[in-house]
C-alpha cells in the first residue's frame, strides 16, 4: 500500500481566491458572507450568500472560455491550475497517463438550467447547443482534465454536499491501492442564481438573516439555516514515494477516509452514518478518537445537521478535540463545501493553528463538544478531520496526518 501525501492546493471562495488570501480569512474569522449581488433576492425572502469577488478571470481564461464553461467548471479549472502550479508536477517529472483527475459538483450547471429553461418558452431552439456540456456535473472533472492533459483515473462525484470530500477520498485511495501516481481531487460549485436560491429557501434550508455577522453560526442555539456559497477547492494527491522522486514540497498526509450513507431520510440525518464514517475513517488513519486534534465539522447552522454532528462528534471523538465550522466564513458551497474545507484542514495544520467557528455566542442545550468560539486558536495539530454530509444520506469523512518522514 502506498502512503499518500499532499502536494498543492488551489482554492477560490468567499474568503479568498489565493493560498494566502483564504489563510488570512481563516485566521481573521472575518466573514465573506455579504448581500446577494447576482439578481434581485427578495422575493425569495434570502438576502445574504457567500459570493466569491474580484474572481481573477483573465489569470487563466480567454473571453471565449466563458462561453464554453459554465461558472461552476471557470471556478475548478482555476483551483486545478492554482493547485498544480504549487505541486510542481509537469510532463517531464510525472506521467500524465497516471495522473488522474475526479472532481466533484452537487448541482453542476445549475445557472445554464436556469437560463435555458427560461429560453425553451419561447421555443426549443432557443436553447443553446451547449446547454448540455455547459450544465452536466462532470464537466468539472472533464475541463480540468482538458486543461492539464491528466489522462489517467477519471470520474466526478456527485453525492451533495459530501462530494467534495468524496472526491479526495475516492483519490486517496486510488493512489494507495497503485492505480495512479497523483490525482487533482477537489470540488466544485455555483448555484447562487435564482432557481438555486428559491430551491433551497422553499425547502426552508436557508436562514433568513440578514445580518452577515450572524447569517451562519453553527453549533449556536440560535441557528436559523445555511448560507449558500459558491467556489473551488482543490487538492494534488501524490504517493509518497512518487512525491519524493520528484523532489516535492510535501504540506501534509492523508491517512484515512470513512465512507457510509444513513440510508434514514431524503434530506435529514440520523447521526449512525456520520459516527460509522469517523470510525471507518479513524480504523484506517490507525488512530483513536483521543488522537484527534482538530476537526473541521460539517457545521452548516442548521438544526437537523447540529444536533447529530454534535452528537457523533462526542461519542466517536469525545471533547477534547477542537471544533470549528468554516462555513461561517466561506459559507455552504455544496458539492465544493467538502473540497473547501479540505483546503482550510490543510491550512490548519500546516498553521498549527485552529480557526474559529465564526458567529456563534453560545452553543446549544446540551452540546459538550469543544467548539472554538470567539477567535482562532494557536494549536498543536498532528491529526485533523474534516467531514461532509449530504442530502440522501452520503457521509464522508477524511483523516489528515501532519507530515513526518
Known amino acids: 500500500m502506498n502512503r499518500v501525501v499532499i502536494t498543492g492546493y488551489g482554492v477560490t471562495s468567499a474568503i479568498g481566491n489565493t493560498p494566502e488570501e483564504f489563510w488570512n480569512g481563516l485566521k481573521s474569522g472575518k466573514t465573506g458572507i455579504g448581500p446577494i449581488t447576482r439578481f434581485d433576492a427578495e422575493a425569495t425572502g434570502i438576502s445574504v450568500a457567500a459570493e466569491v469577488k474580484d474572481f481573477p478571470f483573465e489569470k487563466h481564461f480567454e473571453k471565449k472560455d466563458a462561453r464554453r464553461m459554465d461558472t461552476f467548471s471557470l471556478y475548478a479549472v482555476y483551483a486545478a491550475l492554482e493547485a498544480m502550479e504549487m505541486s510542481g508536477i509537469t510532463p517531464e517529472n510525472t506521467n500524465y497517463d497516471r495522473l488522474g483527475c475526479i472532481m466533484a459538483s452537487g448541482i453542476g450547471g445549475l445557472e445554464q438550467t436556469q437560463k435555458n429553461s427560461q429560453a425553451l418558452l419561447k421555443g426549443p431552439r432557443k436553447v443553446t447547443s451547449l446547454y448540455v456540456p455547459l450544465a452536466i456535473a ?57 432557481l438555486g436560491i428559491a430551491g433551497f429557501a422553499n425547502l426552508t434550508a436557508l436562514t433568513k438573516e440578514a445580518d452577515p455577522s450572524i447569517a451562519c453560526r453553527p453549533f449556536d442555539k ?173 457521509n464522508a469523512v477524511l483523516a489528515f496526518k501532519k507530515f513526518t518522514d
Open 222 to 394: 440560535d441557528r436559523s439555516g445555511f448560507v449558500m456559497g459558491e467556489g473551488a477547492g482543490v487538492l494534488i494527491l501524490e504517493s509518497l514515494e512518487h512525491a519524493q522522486a520528484r523532489g516535492a514540497n510535501i504540506l501534509a498526509e492523508i491517512v484515512g477516509y470513512g465512507n457510509t450513507n444513513d440510508a434514514y431520510h431524503m434530506t435529514t440525518p440520523s447521526g449512525v452514518g456520520a459516527e460509522n464514517a469517523m470510525k471507518l475513517a479513524l480504523e484506517e488513519a490507525g488512530i483513536t478518537g483521543a488522537d484527534v486534534d482538530y476537526i473541521n465539522a460539517h457545521g452548516t447552522s442548521t438544526h437537523a445537521n447540529e444536533e447529530t454532528e454534535a452528537k457523533a462528534i462526542h461519542n466517536v471523538i469525545g471533547d477534547k478535540a477542537l471544533v470549528s465550522s468554516t462555513k461561517a466564513l466561506h459559507g455552504h458551497a455544496l458539492g465544493a463545501t467538502g473540497a473547501i474545507e479540505a483546503v482550510a484542514t490543510v491550512q490548519a495544520i500546516l498553521n498549527q493553528f485552529a480557526p474559529v467557528n465564526a458567529g456563534t455566542k453560545e452553543l446549544d442545550e446540551g452540546m459538550t463538544i469543544n467548539v472554538v468560539l470567539g477567535q482562532g486558536q494557536d494549536a498543536e495539530i498532528n491529526y485533523a478531520l474534516s467531514q461532509d454530509f449530504g442530502f440522501g444520506g452520503h
Open 138 to 194: 462532470n464537466m468539472a472533472t472533464g475541463n480540468v482534465a482538458l486543461r492539464t492533459g491528466a489522462r489517467g483515473v477519471s470520474r466526478a462525484e456527485v453525492t451533495a454536499c459530501a462530494a467534495g470530500a468524496n472526491s479526495i477520498g475516492s483519490a486517496f485511495r486510488e493512489i494507495k491501492h497503485g492505480y495512479a501516481d497523483a490525482i487533482i481531487a477537489g470540488g466544485a460549485e455555483a448555484a447562487i442564481c435564482e
